[in-house]
Each structure stands twice: as C-alpha cells, then as structure tokens.
C-alpha cells in the first residue's frame, strides 16, 4: 500500500469495517474487490443502471459513482445485509412471491431502492414507487411485477399495476 | 498503483488553504456524480483529491432576516431541495426540478454546488436558479466574491471558477410567486438528460397584468439564459394566446441566434416553441382568474 | 384450461434460482472468486475497414504485471467463428471489417496493466474505404467486406400471382419502413472466466445463451479434442440474442490455452456495447393490395437488412423476416423477399424475434391504412384477414392446430374498445391528443426449416432422487423452472423436489440455443420423453410389485398408486432398487426435433415451423402535440402461448417484452461512433412503463409439452407497431421509421397542424 492510501471506517452491514484504499478506487470497488462483497453488481459504472445501488446513510445511492473514501464515518447496507441468518427479508420474499425476479443482476440494487424507501415511507403510494426505483434500469421484467412486490412490501395488496390506476 | 491523494478537510479554511496552493491540481469531490463519470470516460486523474463532504457549513439552507435572500450551501442535495420546506416555499420552481432530476440515487449524493460549477449545459438546477438571479458565492484564500449565475458558465463545460476557487454557496432573491413553473423534455421520464429545460415565475397585478416576470432557458443553448426580451414582452400585459405565441416566436428566434442552425435545430426550433407553451399556457388562465 | 388435472404444470411456483439472486450470491462470472486470476482484454480495433500491415507488442509486454498478448497467430486451430456461417474471426488476421473487430488480446495480473497494453499495442493499418449503408453497399463498385461479396443471403417466398393480384386490387397500399440498430442492454455486460482442471481440461464459465455451440467453438479454435474442453453456463443476467455469439469465450479459450492460469474476461459495458451484436436494422419496401371488402390478396415485399461485418444470425434473420413478413394474416398472393448485407456497421445479430419486430412495423402499418383508406375498424380488418384453422401460409403450410390468433382479437376487443369510447372521449389538456392502436403478430417456434432438436436426460438415483440434466441455459427467463415443472408433471413430483443439472458440457447433452422461443416447446419435449421414459419404467415394475394394471396406476408424491384403491402404493425408492437390481435402467434421455421441411430457396415453399405463438396488442398513448413526448398509458396484450407451464413466468415475459417494445417504438436507436455507454442510449424505466394488461390465451399445441408453445419473442413483437398505429391515430399523421422519436413524433405533429393549432384563444 502505497503512503497514499486512506483508511476508511464504516459500517457495513451492521459490522465495523476498516480498511485501506486508494482514493481513485469508487465504493463499488471497495465493496466487491477489497471487501469481497459481490452481491452490488456493476452495470453501467456511471450511474445510469442502478445495478450497484447500496445504502449508505439510509439513503439508496450509485455505489458506482461514489469515491471510496465519501463511505467514512458511514453506515453502509448491501443486498448481503437484508437477509438475517439465512431468513430473507420480507422485501425478499415479496420479491420472489411476486415473481420480481427473472436474470437477477438488477435485483440487488432494486431490494436496496426498495428498503431505502420504505426506511423512509412505510407505506409509499404508486409515484413515490416509481420514484424510487426509476433509478433502477430492469431489462427483464417490465417492471409490473416488480413494481407490485414493492407495492405489497409496503403493505398494499393490490395483484398487478391494478386496472383503475390506467 | 495510486495516483492520487485524498485530502479530507472539516472547514472550508482548510480546503481553501488546500485550494491554494494545488487548485490546479485538485479534483473537487462535492456528491462525485459528475467526477466519477468524467474520470471513466478518460479526464485526467489529477493528484489530488479534496473532498469537501465533510465541511458542515457548505451545507445549511438559511434564510436571511429580511427573508429577501435565501442561501443555499453549495453542498445541498438534489435530495434535499427536494424535502426542505424552505425552498419549497422561497424557491419553487428549483423545487420543481429535483423531481425529475436524474435519478433517486443521483439525487441524494448530488450537490446543487456540483451541478452550478460542472458547467454542463443540460443542468437542470440552473434555469430555476437562474429565475432567482442567482449568485455563486465563491471562496477562495483572498476572501468570499459573488459570481452572477449568468456568468458563472462560459461555454458548455467551462466554467468562471479558477483553480482555486470553491462554490460555498448560492444566493437566490427569494419570491415566492404567484406563478411558476419548471419543465423539461427528455427522451425518457427518469434518468433523462435534459434536451431542453425551463423556468418561469411571474406575479400579476390586480388586473390580471403581469407584472413581474422572470424567464430562463437550459439545455438547448450551450450556456443558461435569461430571455429578457420575451419577459419585456410579457410585462404589463394581460397575457393572452397570441401574446404567447408571439413571445415562443421571440424565444426560438433567440435560441437559434445563439446556437446557430445546427442539425439538432430543426427538432429545438419548434420544440422551444412548445415548450414554452406548454408552460405558459396556464399562465394565461391563471390571469384571467 | 383448467389446471387441476395437473400437479404442478400451470402453477406459478417460486423459481428456481431466485433466492442465490435476492441474497447476492456470487452466481454471475465477475462474482466468481479465483487466486491468482489474469485479467484480459482485447485491443479493438480504430478503423472500420483496414487492412493490417502489422501488429508490435513489444511495448505492451513491458509494461509491469502484462503477461501476454495474443494476435491471430496465437490461435492453433481454425480462426474463424459463426454460428450459422463461418465468417468472424477471433482475432483480426489481415484486415478489420468494424470498430470492434479484436485485433489482440492481453493479459495482466491487473486491470489496469491489461488497459495500459491495449492502449500500448500499435497497430499499422491500411485505411480501407467503407460502406454502412446496405443499400450502397449492394451497389457496384462498393468497397467489398467480405471477399464471397456484400450479399450474406437472400431469402425469397413465393406463391401464387402477385401481379394478377395487385391487378384487381381495389386497394394499394406502399410504403417504405425503416427500423434503427437497436442494443439489447442485458444488465450483466459479458462475462467469463476460465481456469484449467485437475486433468488439464480447460473450464470456462460463461454469460451465455449456448453452452454447447461455445463448446464446439471454443474446441475448434484451439484445435483440441471435445473433452478437453468444458463450457459452463454461469449465472446470465440476461442476453436477448446477444449472448448467442461467442463474446468472451473464445479469449478465455485463447489465453487459458498457452497459459493455463485462472483468467477473467469482463466487459465493460463500453465494451459490451462496441463489440456485440446489435438488432439488425431494416429498410422494408412493402405493398399490399386489398379488395372492397379488406380482404388482403396480395403482399409484395423488398427489404434490406445490415447485417454489418459479421453474418452471426443474419441468415435466421432474413429468413424469419421473409417467412413472417405477411403476418398473421392469410395472403394468397405474395412475392416476398429479404436481403442481409454486409456492411462495416458493428455486426448485427439475433435480436428477440429475428427480424419479426421490424417485419410487424410494416405489416401492422400497412393493416391501419388498409382499414383506414376502406373506413374499417382495425380490430375488423384484423379480424377478416386474421389466420385460422386451415389456413394456408405463404410458405405453403396449412395451420392445422393451436391457432390462437383470433382469439387473441377476440381477447383484447372488450378494452380496446372501451378505450376506444371511454378513454379518447376523457377530457385531456389542449396539448395532450390520446390515440389507442392496435397490433397483431405470430411466430414460428424453433429455428426456420432447419433441424434443431433438443435433448435432455432424466435418471432416479437409489434412493428416489430424481435428477434432471438439461443443457438448456436459463438466461432469466426461467426455463429452469419450466423443464423442472414438466419433469415434475410427468413424475408425480414437485418440481422442487428434482435436482437439477444445467448448462455444463460435461454433464448434459446438447439442448440447443436458448433462442427463437423454443426452450418450452423443443426442450419441455425433450425433457418429458426422458421423464415419460422413466415413469414407465417405475409403473412397469409397481405392476408387478402391486400387481394392478398399468392403466389404474398414478405417480403420486414419489410413490407409484392405485388410483383405484389409494392405499395400494409403492414408492420410487422401492421401486429405483427393484429396477436396479435387475440390472434395469433409470436413467433415460430424450430427444426432440420439430417436424420441419427445408424451404425451397427460390419460392420458400416447406414448412418452416410446427407451430406458431400468436399476440395481439393494443396500446393507449397520449402524445404532446407541442413538445412530441409520447407517454404509453396502456397495453393490453393477450398471448396465445399453448399451455401456460408458469403463468407468472409467461406474465413476466409479457410485461418484459411490452418494456422492450416502448423501448424500439420510441427511444432506442444504436449511431456507431456516438453511442457509447448507457448514457447515449435509453432504454424504458418503470416511469416510462404502461400499465400492462396481460391475457393468456391457451390454444393448447397437440405436439407440445401439455400443449405448451412459447412466448419469449412474441412477448416483444406487436407492442411497436401498437404504438405506432395508437400514435397515428392521436395525430392523423403516421410515422414509418423507428423510433418514432421526439423529433419524429413533433415532426408529425407540426405535420398535421396539432403544433400550431393545439391552444386557441377562447
């Protein structure tokens, strides 16, 4: 390591993490190289897919357009963080009851868009939805079935984009 | 293999200190949304980095007491603009915008300093701005100066700041409108760089005149305009469809002086056109009520 | 179709797969962990047509932590790559033909030694003149791509007096369509790594739609035997046709080869989006005459398609295009013809539906003016022209079975036309215009007139476990799941309860290209022969174990049952040792090939397909007359899919295809030399999606696994030109080129006065 290196501390999924890294390196790198984290996956690397979404702060955000060293002092959350001892997170089992899943490399980033939002609105209506995960580029789905687990995530029970809304 | 160094100052003397002495050599990391992507797609890796993140006075939102000038520290998020109260009330329209502004993720790492001193001509922040009259309050180691919005971008990508400089804040006259209005085109609803983009408020006299109007336009031009000519135009008069015909007439002959008849002219000349009618329109209505 | 006859076909179990994917496991080929892994990349070429004088690497392999670069000489066996014809080269030998034509290939111990390599590998190019354009590159005297010529094939079907035909016509409609490049934009840009086994055999894991084909590619280009090489599909984050190439996976092949370390080849998705396949662009020249009452009698059809450097799917390409170009309409008379040229565009390839999406712009256009010149309703003139049983196609072919294209009408008529009453008489503000439209299509499932069988093997181990081996690459779309579930239905089983072996050279035989929608269909038989095989085998023995007649049994839940008295049972463990024991076998595999009849190459006549999938879509837009912003409200899209095994995974297909159909009807256009990266090219997000209404037509396929058919492609096909016939109706004024973009849309609308005349002074 050479003197330029910088020392970042975070939490990352709940665990105190310290580590030295290059200030070029971007969050995303430090998360899967260094940390070994593989579940935030590379889509685009300039922000435009949402792929590596992570939550740093509560807040969802392009771990691939945020420098390494912006994660000090954090508390970061990964897809690695939303499962506890093997039990999925309830945003992951509306995600596979409700069909959201086909390829599976937006899924990572779209579960964290998802538990970003309801972090901060329990119970989100439809454009607070679309708000939220229009970040998130799905070249598989279309997006509805996606679109209604996050609906029944945030507690409403309507199958599909419902017919009344269109 | 590392190239750079970090530099992470907890006061904005520190960073302007640092800003002295290495401006040149200096990549500014405000939100990093910008850099990140300028730095893929080959800029050269300077050596160092100043990330001013962790300087808390750069991002306060204040009113001044006389309410007659909101501050909005240049590290405020898209996020943000998006929640406070505040500029909801003094600055609608910037408001507005954060709606439709790249993505979610986009937003709460992005700074409203970064999208003024990046200079690029598709900033959505900049017509709402602009509508305030703006300022950039810039620091630097011989103290704070004022750069008019207006000023502040000499052509796409180039801004005013010198190496040494640091966006501390922006000035906006506050107002809080009887009309306005912020629109854009994309060629999507969400992630969608700006084609076009503009920012309107007015107020109206008791006969339904209008009688105070700010104009701007984004995108289409390779820096941000205020559209003097067609806020005279509106000014005093009871607007009406042919006065608003007339004043997308005006805006789109403006446009193209600026730009030129380029290939992308023959969808902008009357997409300005409609634009602008599009959010004029109700203005009209609105008069007359 | 009532689904309780079956036990687990028609049930929208939870996919296979889906948890390693909500977890974030390492699954897809950049997640793999492997110690002291080289990465690669290839130096692409700067020109898009050179010869190459010479190539110095010299400086590259001075470069610290760069352990080798490769060039064409490198390849011990045959350099050239193609799934259909053989015309790519791995490495550029004597000239490039592309912007992204490999010229070397390096490998490091970093990414960033293996990126300062490709910038310091000097090429010496001699500058060739080029040609993008098809049409110019069929003219005499154009620069020449290939030394065969520009042409890389012609496809014709003929039948009946086109002349005669257009001759009476009441009606003629003729029109030019064109269609742009479009990226597929998988979200995992391609991948794979490879490293050499205990045995020397060199294991690649790859982001692909075709193990098999790779595996064939692969051995041809080192020049080794079958065994020793191995193809694993790793985890595909998706692929849309364009993970049919060979991406990467002749370079891990290459450099695993002469070095036999670990290596890694990711692209970047720059690269991803320079070096693949792209959906080929169209010029379609299509007329069509029809008589009084809207009976179409006669279609004649030019088109040119760019198939760029590279052949790749361009000749199923031109072929689909040809086959499918009437639609799903009977058309007596038809003079049809579809030209793939060579051009120095980045070659062009299978794209969801191979030619059909942009022969449905054109004949779904060509329907709305018909109906429109003869003031019919769309829906009617669909309805009257619409295929049904017995009806003869252009190739020839009598549809016999499982013709659910009427139905599909008859599916979407009851909200099309409430959209068409309700939703256009709604109030809207003055720069909003609301148009509702309407598209149908069908598609031939499986490769065009050629053989492309499937096999599977389904065996039961001692203890009753049943294990599935297939080679069919589940790229998303949940085949997986599908073939488990057939298995499954076959055996008594849930589908979870079988294990599944998938996609490895070593393991399974060959299921073909997960393409052309054929997965369900060809695989799902193959894989049920295999589990029929092996069931009765298991009631053959519970016969003589229960002593009750074959007919009476039922496999239930692992055990063998009297359907008569319930509590007559056997189960499989009993049974697998009994068999075994007598040296009887538990292991099956199964075979399927489509019934096929080449088609004959100057009139097309054969049967290209035994059966097609069929759609109809309609769309609801509301366009800005001022700005051209075009917002899809609505589709309803009903689907004649045979059998549905999963009907969420079909809902998903169809949603998945409507997203990728607003995409190629309004946003998406791939310019070489601009489009560089995802901010250069939109494709929809969830703001941009409609409300899909999906509807599942099941017109069950007699030759099908329980009647199933597919639905991949066709998901995709009517959506655009729904679109674009909803557009034109909000306006007045149609488009004919895709996409219909801002400019085109506020083209249209200036055009038909909507612009000028949207607010008037009240």
Not at chain 3, 671 to 680: H, L
Request: some cysteine; proline content about 5%.
């Amino acid at each position: 390591m050479t003197q330029t290196s910088v020392t970042v501390k975070f939490t990352l999924n709940g665990k105190e993490t310290v580590k030295d890294i290059s200030p070029e390196q971007s969050a995303l790198q430090v998360i899967r190289d260094e940390l070994g984290m593989k579940g935030t996956k590379e889509g685009c690397g300039i922000g435009e897919c949402g792929a590596c979404t992570i939550e740093v702060n509560n807040q969802a955000v392009n771990a691939c357009l945020m420098f390494g060293v912006q994660l000090d002092g954090c508390r970061v959350m990964t897809v690695e963080g939303l499962a506890e001892e093997g039990r999925l997170h309830p945003i992951q089992e509306k995600f596979l009851a409700g069909h959201a899943v086909q390829c599976g490399f937006c899924t990572p980033g779209l579960l964290m868009s998802t538990h970003a939002l309801l972090g901060e609105n329990a119970e989100p209506d439809d454009s607070q939805i679309v708000q939220a995960i229009s970040g998130n580029i799905c070249r598989c789905t279309g997006y509805q079935q996606i679109f209604s687990s996050v609906r029944a995530a945030g507690g409403q029970h309507v199958q599909g984009r419902g017919q009344e809304d269109c | 293999m590392t190239t750079m160094t970090c530099i992470r100052p907890e006061s904005l003397d520190e960073a302007v200190d640092f800003l002295h002495d290495h401006g040149p050599d200096t990549h500014i990391l405000a939100g990093g949304t910008d850099l990140m992507v300028d730095l893929r797609s080959g800029e050269n890796h300077r050596p160092f980095l100043l990330d001013i993140s962790r300087i808390e006075t750069l991002k306060t939102v204040e009113l001044s007491d006389d309410q007659a000038r909101l501050y909005i520290g240049s590290g405020v998020t898209l996020t943000r603009i998006n929640t406070l109260p505040l500029i909801k009330e003094h600055a609608p329209a910037l408001h507005k915008c954060s709606f439709t502004f790249a993505s979610r993720q986009i937003r709460n790492m992005a700074t409203i300093g970064g999208n003024v001193a990046h200079a690029s001509p598709c900033g959505d922040t900049i017509p709402p701005l602009v509508i305030h009259e703006a300022e950039a309050v810039v620091a630097n180691r011989d103290g704070n100066r004022t750069i008019p919005l207006l000023e502040m971008t000499k052509g796409a990508y180039r801004s005013a700041l010198h190496p040494e400089d640091l966006v501390v804040a922006l000035k906006l006259k506050t107002r809080q409108p009887g009309f306005f209005d912020f629109q854009k085109i994309g060629r999507r609803k969400a992630l969608a760089t700006s084609r076009m983009s503009m920012a309107v408020m007015a107020d109206k006299d008791d006969q339904g005149r209008i009688s105070f109007i700010r104009f701007s336009l984004g995108a289409c031009t390779p820096t941000p305009q205020r559209m003097h000519t067609v806020e005279s135009l509106f000014a005093g008069k009871n607007p009406t469809v042919e006065l608003m015909n007339q004043g997308a007439g005006l805006l789109a002959e403006k446009m193209v002086e600026i730009t030129g008849r380029r290939p992308s002219i023959s969808y902008k000349e009357p997409a300005v056109q409609g634009l602008f009618k599009r959010m004029i329109y109700p203005m009209i209505t609105w008069c007359r009520q | 179709m009532s689904n309780d006859r079956y036990h687990t076909v028609g049930k929208s179990i939870f996919r296979r797969g889906a948890k390693e994917r909500l977890t974030g496991k390492p699954i897809f080929c950049a997640d793999m962990e492997l110690e002291n892994v080289l990465y690669l990349k290839a130096v692409r070429s700067r020109h898009p047509h050179a010869g190459i004088l010479g190539i110095d690497t010299t400086a590259a392999l001075s470069i610290p932590d760069v352990v080798q670069v490769f060039t064409a000489k490198d390849i011990p066996g045959k350099n050239l790559m193609g799934i259909i014809n053989k015309d790519q080269p791995l490495l550029a030998e004597d000239k490039v033909r592309s912007l992204a034509d490999p010229v070397a290939l390096v490998a490091a111990r970093t990414p960033q030694a293996a990126e300062l390599a490709v910038a310091a590998v000097s090429v010496d190019y001699d500058p060739l003149p080029a040609v993008f354009d098809p049409e110019e590159a069929l003219a005499p005297g154009a620069p020449k791509i290939h030394a065969k010529g520009n042409v890389l094939v012609q496809k014709k079907v003929r039948r009946g007096d086109v002349a005669a035909a257009f001759e009476k016509a009441h009606t003629i409609v003729e029109k030019t369509y064109r269609t742009s490049a479009i990226e597929h934009t998988y979200l995992e840009p391609d991948a794979g790594v490879g490293f050499p086994d205990e045995d020397g055999t060199l294991v690649i894991y790859a982001s692909t739609q075709n193990p098999h084909y790779d595996h064939k590619e692969v051995v041809s280009l080192l020049g080794v035997e079958d065994h020793a090489v191995r193809i694993i599909q790793a985890a595909t984050g998706g692929g849309f046709g364009s993970k049919l190439d060979m991406n990467v996976q002749g370079f891990i092949g290459l450099a695993l080869y002469h070095l036999k370390q670990p290596v890694r080849y990711v692209y970047t998705r720059e690269e991803a989006y320079l070096a693949t396949a792209k959906r080929h662009p169209f010029v379609i020249h299509m007329k069509t005459g029809a008589d009084e009452t809207g009976r179409i009698t006669a279609m004649q059809m030019k088109a040119v398609c760019n198939t760029g450097a590279y052949g790749s799917y361009g000749i199923a390409v031109a072929s689909r295009a040809a086959v499918h170009a009437t639609g799903p309409y009977a058309i007596d008379n038809v003079d049809l013809e579809c030209t793939a040229v060579y051009t120095n565009h980045p070659f062009c390839g299978a794209m969801r539906g191979f030619g059909t999406p942009q022969m449905a712009l054109a004949h779904e256009s060509q329907m709305d003016i018909h109906a429109r010149a003869l003031d019919m309703d769309p829906l009617e003139i669909r309805v009257l022209n619409g295929v049904k049983k017995g009806t003869v196609t252009a190739t020839g072919q009598e549809l016999v079975h499982s013709i659910g294209f009427q139905d599909c009408l008859a599916a979407v008529t009851p909200e099309y036309r409430k959209a068409g009453t309700d939703w256009l008489s709604e109030p809207t503000p003055p720069h909003i215009r609301r148009g509702v439209g309407i598209a149908g299509m069908w598609y031939g499932i499986g490769n065009t007139g050629v053989q492309n069988p499937s096999t599977a093997r389904v065996a039961m181990d001692r203890n009753g476990q049943v294990t599935l081996f297939t080679g069919c690459a589940d790229i998303g779309q949940g085949s997986t799941t599908i073939l488990s579930q057939i298995a499954g239905e076959a055996l008594g089983l849930d589908a979870m309860d079988i294990h599944v072996v998938v996609a490895d050279t070593k393991y399974t035989t060959n299921a073909g290209a997960t393409s052309a929608s054929r997965q369900t269909y060809i695989s799902g038989n193959a894989v049920k022969q295999a589990a029929d095989k092996l069931a009765d085998v298991l009631l053959t023995e519970a016969v003589n174990y229960l002593k009750v007649k074959k007919a009476d049994l039922r496999l239930e839940n692992g055990s063998v049952r009297d359907a008569r008295h319930p509590e007559k049972q056997v189960g499989f463990v009993r049974l697998a040792s009994r068999i075994l024991d007598k040296g009887g076998e538990l292991s099956w595999q199964g075979y399927f090939d489509p019934e096929t009849v080449p088609l004959d190459p100057e009139t097309g006549d054969g049967i290209p397909y035994t059966t097609y999938a069929f759609a109809c879509h309609a769309a609801c837009v509301e366009v800005d007359v001022l700005t051209g912003e075009t917002s899809v409200r609505r589709v309803i899209a009903a689907h004649d899919v045979g059998k549905a095994i999963h009907p969420e995974n079909v809902i998903g297909q169809i949603c998945g295809g409507v997203a990728m159909g607003v995409g190629f009807a309004l946003m998406e256009a791939f310019v070489p030399g601009e489009t560089i990266s995802m901010n250069d090219y939109h494709i929809p997000t969830a703001a941009d999606m409609p409300c899909v209404i999906p509807i599942i037509v099941e017109a069950a396929e007699p030759s099908g696994p329980f009647g199933a058919k597919g639905v991949g492609e066709p998901a995709l096909i009517p959506t655009a030109p729904a679109i674009v016939n909803a557009v034109s109706n909000a306006l007045g004024k149609r488009i004919y080129a895709l996409p219909a973009s801002l400019e085109r849309v506020l083209d249209a609308s200036i055009a038909s006065g909507h612009f000028n005349n949207c607010y008037q002074e009240s």
